[in-house]
């Protein structure tokens, strides 16, 4: 895999090679449950294992994210987040995949998962963690699928905030959109039948939903939870707060009728 460097909010540029290992992003975690990259530094660091150096399209691949401390020595202890030890998020290069899966704890630090990447190209992945006693913490990695990657998918701004997803009509509402100032996001759900609310939302993953949110150029994350937890529609409220203008693709995650579903929107930061 070629080097390739990401830079996360104000943190120590990090260069990414091989299916190995990075040390490149730190989250930290605030009143409103936002998981961020950020300028914190923290004392654990994440070694990075794939079964093969360049995967291939729709085939198998495991993935082995090691957490260790600052001198090497497995760290062995996690809080339960969200009712997993550890969040996955991958992400295509140009933002057109999406997925949120959970790696199972192994002992010794090591987190394991099998799972496949849709295309050739590059993929970028974001581990969450919170070591016992510590910090939410999230470690990136970046991976090179073998062949011709598709054209990149150029990010459009949504105008019209508003979604059909699985038979709901899903919009997206802001009180404001700046940068570096705190924003609430409420996703309104409504049946795209009858027009009725949507009041039957089910915990997904211990919260009404969760949402990830991802500058442009992939450098900037945040992992935000809701603010009302335990909401069952037809609103689904959030707050977080975007680093820097430009785009971010937002993608709302939710569960209904016992199957997950996943919203996404792009929105423009001025």
Request: glycine share 6%; net charge negative.
């Amino acid at each position: 895999m070629r080097g390739l460097v990401f830079v996360i909010i104000l943190a120590v540029a990090v260069a990414l090679s091989g299916c190995g290992k990075t040390t490149s992003d730190h989250n930290s975690h605030n009143s409103h449950e936002v998981e961020r990259a950020d300028s914190a530094t923290d004392n654990t660091e994440a070694v990075w294992t794939l079964s093969a150096d360049h995967p291939s399209p729709n085939a198998d691949v495991t993935i082995k994210v090691k957490i260790q401390d600052d001198s090497g020595k497995p760290v062995e202890q996690f809080d339960i987040n969200h009712e997993k030890k550890m969040h996955l998020i991958i992400v295509s290069k140009d933002l057109s995949y999406f997925d949120h899966i959970h790696p199972e704890y192994q002992d010794n630090g090591e987190f394991t998962i099998t799972t496949q990447l849709p295309n050739a190209g590059e993929f970028k992945m974001f581990a969450d963690y919170i070591p016992s006693g510590g910090k939410a913490t999230t470690k990136s990695n970046v991976v090179t699928v073998q062949g011709t990657a598709p054209a990149a998918e150029t990010l459009v701004p949504d105008l019209e905030k508003e979604q059909m997803i699985d038979g709901k009509k899903v919009s997206l509402d802001f009180d404001s959109l700046q940068a570096n100032k705190e924003v609430n996001m409420t996703f309104h759900m409504t049946d795209a039948q009858t027009n009725k609310p949507v009041t039957d939302l089910q915990p997904y993953l211990g919260a009404v939903g969760h949402v990830v949110i991802l500058s442009e150029d992939a450098e900037n994350y945040l992992h935000v939870h809701p603010t009302e937890e335990k909401a069952k529609g037809p609103d689904a409220k959030f707050m977080t707060s975007f680093p820097s203008s430009g785009n971010y693709k937002i993608w709302g995650q939710f569960k209904q009728n016992g199957k997950t579903f996943i919203v996404p929107f792009v929105v423009n930061i001025p």
